[in-house]
C-alpha cells in the first residue's frame, strides 16, 4: 500500500499563472498539500483534515510564489543610504 493516496486536485491563479495544488491523505489519517515548482523546488502544507491543508496551502501559496519572484527579479534600490 502507498504511503499517500491523491484525495483532491485544484488550481489556484496568482497574476495570470495557474499552479496545481494536490491533497494527499497519508496512512495515518493527516492530510498534506502540495504545489510543484520545479523538479527540485515543491511547497507542502500539512493539515488534520483535507480542508484544513488546503486552506493553509492557499494562504501561504501567494507568499510562496512572490519570494521565488523576487528570488529570480531582486530589487535594486533607486537611493543609497548614507
Keep these: 500500500m502507498p504511503d499517500s493516496e491523491l484525495v483532491h486536485q485544484t488550481q489556484m491563479e496568482l497574476d495570470g499563472d495557474n499552479y496545481q495544488i494536490l491533497v494527499f491523505c497519508r496512512r495515518d489519517g493527516r492530510y498534506f ?3 510543484l515548482f520545479e523538479d527540485d523546488d515543491i511547497i507542502i502544507s500539512d ?3 483535507l480542508l484544513d491543508a488546503l486552506g493553509k496551502h492557499e494562504r501561504l501559496l501567494p507568499l ?3 519570494s521565488r519572484q523576487l528570488k529570480r527579479y531582486p530589487f535594486k534600490p533607486r537611493t543609497k543610504r548614507l
Excluded: E, P
Design 47 to 49: 493539515g488534520l483534515s
Design 64 to 66: 510562496a510564489v512572490v
Design 33 to 35: 498539500a502540495q504545489t
